[in-house]
């Protein structure tokens, strides 16, 4: 009895010092991929965003878009790389124009704060609206239209995987925002949009059938990549600005002013100081 106590108690120890041990390296597995986590985040924070970047991330178009008024026909185009075809050398002051953009709104937290600013530097800006936002916030979409800035369409509801399975949701869904807004907004009548993560890559099919549909797009080509990490810094944003304005005579400038969004706001005084230092004026795409 004895001799089989013992052996009952060895078979314990070595099953338990086999669960330690296993355990042990899983904690360290763990850390190890935590860590080369943390690397890959600080190389390239948009890496970090999953999800979030195939909704948000951003990028333009260099194809040329039928002509919007009043806005240079060389940054219709969306690139806002720097150094790009579309960019000008630089200008002298007083002769280089900012539009103001701001996308997925709005939002109870984030649109008021910079209506208010841009009321307060007597600036007007453009806004591309989600349509359900646009139904659960009707008071600011009616603010931003009497207050002067400019309202355009930015689907009904953002659903990428929905919007581009097929060039008729994208359309079916421009469409339900264009009814909203013509509810809210008596006599609305604009057929201007922006394309939910840009138009660059879409196929020309997508593009057709905006177009058809009597629809005009309109990209950027500066930006602050608000939405592309949570939190950015007004820093890390106003560097950004600084980047991807050089040598260009006129900005399309993307922002967001959804709910996530909530240090847009605090970077927006920042930003505009440094663009009239810069010499630009500030307008609403038209």
């Given amino acids: 009895m004895n001799n089989s106590g013992c052996e009952k108690d060895k078979k314990a120890g070595k099953i338990k010092y086999l669960l330690?041990?296993?355990?042990?390296?899983?904690?360290?597995?763990?850390?190890?991929?935590?860590?080369?986590k943390k690397a890959d985040i600080k190389s390239n924070p948009a890496s970090?965003?999953?999800?979030?970047?195939?909704?948000?991330l951003r990028h333009g178009t260099s194809e040329k878009?039928?002509?919007?008024?009043?806005?240079?026909?060389d940054f219709q185009?969306?690139?806002?790389?720097?150094?790009?075809?579309?960019?000008?050398?630089?200008?002298p002051d007083g002769t280089k124009t900012a539009y103001l953009s701001f996308d997925d709104g709005p939002s109870a937290n984030n649109t008021p704060r910079i209506l208010d600013i841009l009321d307060n530097y007597k600036i007007k800006a453009t806004f591309f609206l989600i349509g359900q936002h646009a139904q659960a916030n009707k008071d600011l979409v009616e603010r931003e239209w009497s207050s002067g800035d400019m309202v355009y369409n930015?689907?009904?509801d953002h659903n990428v995987d929905f919007i581009y399975k097929d060039p008729k949701n994208l359309v079916e869904d421009l469409n339900e925002c264009d009814t909203i807004l013509k509810s809210l907004l008596p006599g609305y009548d604009k057929k201007v949009c922006r394309f939910p993560g840009g138009?660059?890559?879409?196929?020309?099919?997508f593009k057709a059938a905006v177009a058809k549909a009597g629809y005009r797009y309109v990209d950027w080509n500066c930006l602050?990549?608000?939405?592309?990490?949570?939190n950015l810094s007004i820093d890390q944003q106003l560097g950004y600005?600084?980047?991807?304005?050089?040598?260009?005579?006129?900005?399309?400038?993307?922002?967001?002013?959804?709910?996530?969004?909530?240090?847009?706001?605090?970077?927006?005084?920042?930003?505009?100081?440094?663009?009239?230092?810069?010499?630009?004026?500030f307008k609403t795409i038209n």
């Fill in 241 to 281: 600005i600084k980047q991807f304005s050089k040598n260009k005579k006129d900005l399309i400038v993307l922002m967001h002013d959804d709910s996530g969004e909530t240090t847009t706001p605090d970077a927006l005084p920042r930003i505009i100081d440094y663009l009239k230092s810069c010499g630009y004026a």
């Fill in 65 to 73: 878009q039928v002509p919007l008024k009043d806005v240079p026909e």
């Fill in 48 to 56: 970090m965003m999953g999800t979030m970047v195939k909704k948000h």
């Fill in 77 to 91: 185009a969306g690139d806002y790389e720097p150094n790009s075809k579309n960019d000008k050398h630089a200008v």
């Fill in 20 to 36: 330690f041990a296993a355990g042990f390296s899983i904690l360290i597995f763990t850390a190890i991929c935590l860590w080369n």
């Fill in 199 to 205: 138009s660059k890559n879409r196929p020309a099919v």
């Fill in 224 to 230: 602050t990549r608000d939405a592309e990490v949570p």
């Fill in 154 to 156: 930015h689907t009904y």
